[in-house]
């Protein structure tokens, strides 16, 4: 799993609390610099996309 430059992992960490969906549908959706966003996590999106 490659790393990309302008998503640092601690955003990983602070999108992937407990409440994971309503995260992903609120908080990632306005910090990733993506703005890619899926069911699937905001991680695994956002590193395959990248």
């Not at 969906?21 to 966003?37: D, E, G, M, S, W």
């Amino acid at each position: 799993m490659k790393y990309p430059e302008k998503a640092g992992f601690g955003m990983f960490i602070f999108c992937y609390p407990d409440n994971l969906r309503f995260i992903l549908q609120t908080a990632c959706k306005k910090h990733n610099p993506l703005n890619v966003y899926t069911n699937r996590g905001w991680l695994t999106a956002s590193f395959t996309q990248n």
